[in-house]
């Protein structure tokens, strides 16, 4: 007969043992093997499934940052890029200004060296008026001193 304790055993081990023998009778040790080998290997499928899925996710979020960045950093690149373009079309209208006023100031200096020689001229002109008046003066003071006995 069977000692007190194995009854013991038998009932902790009962549910376990009970699922054992029904398959060991059934002759389906191995198609138990084999339904735990499956269902690892869905399992598995599944969480491959599962982690090819969030590296998809993951990746594609990755790209969408990577693109903001590149939106934010480009938007910033092309504004700075169309104020140079506009700096170097107001450097260019600058160029064209600077050089009619140089044009407009040389024009203007030679004016005003003429207007300067002409009244040295006139200057000039007023001198030898006033020398040719003195002269003229003398000489009808000596003809009138000549005349007059």
Known sequence: M??????????RLNSASDIYRSDV??????????????????AAIRLREHTEKSKKEAIKSASRVSDLLVEAVNGGVEECFVNE????????????????FAKQTDQWLASTHAINN????????????????????????????????
């Open 25 to 42: 009778q059934s002759g389906s040790l191995e198609s138990s093997l084999l339904r735990l080998v499956n269902d690892h290997q869905n």
């Open 118 to 149: 002409a009244i040295k001229e006139i200057g000039d002109f007023e001198n030898w008026m006033k020398t040719m008046e003195l002269d003229c003066k003398s000489i009808t003071a000596a003809i009138s001193n000549i005349h007059q006995p």
């Open 85 to 100: 373009k506009r700096i170097e079309v107001e450097i260019r209208a600058l160029k064209t200004t600077i050089k009619r």
């Open 2 to 11: 069977s000692s007190p304790r194995r009854p013991q055993a038998r009932s």
